[in-house]
């Protein structure tokens, strides 16, 4: 029987296989968020933050979801994004307009991979959540 370390070859191989984890809990969130599987595919993630500096990142967001990524130019888009909420609310109207700055498409290529991963991570999950 092989080791699980004995799979991670590199560095490299461990700081993907945690960025994928966290991207698989996301995911797994968001399936119970959008249970319907043709208004997930037609979902847009609207990225922002730190986390926007790096393409390698969001284009494996892009893939695991298999959803459209947009990253915006705001800066601050988590506190627009309230703010435009409130505007909403109170029935204000605004003129803004978000720019998109990038877009990663998700590479239908690496959907299959990413299901099977995703399939075995939902399997561990199960077994070690009430441990």
């Excluded at 997930?40 to 990524?69: P, V, Y």
């Excluded at 800066?75 to 700055?101: C, K, P, R, Y």
């Excluded at 075995?120 to 199960?126: L, M, P, S």
Aim: a negative charge; aromatic letters at 12%.
């Amino acid at each position: 029987m092989l080791n699980v370390f004995q799979q991670v070859q590199t560095k490299a191989h461990l700081i993907r296989a945690t960025l994928e984890g966290i991207l698989f809990g996301l995911l797994s969130i968001t399936e119970i968020l959008i249970p319907d599987k043709q208004e997930c595919q037609e979902t847009i993630i609207m990225a922002s933050g730190g986390f926007t500096k790096n393409d390698f990142w969001l284009q494996l967001t892009a893939d695991i979801f298999q959803m459209r990524l947009v990253v915006s130019q705001e800066i601050e888009s988590s506190a627009w994004g309230a703010v435009l909420i409130g505007f909403m609310t109170f029935g204000i109207e605004t003129n803004h307009q978000d720019i998109e700055e990038k877009v990663f498409i998700p590479n239908f290529e690496h959907q299959d991979i990413y299901q099977e991963n995703f399939r075995k991570f939902n399997k561990v999950y199960e077994a070690l959540k009430d441990l």
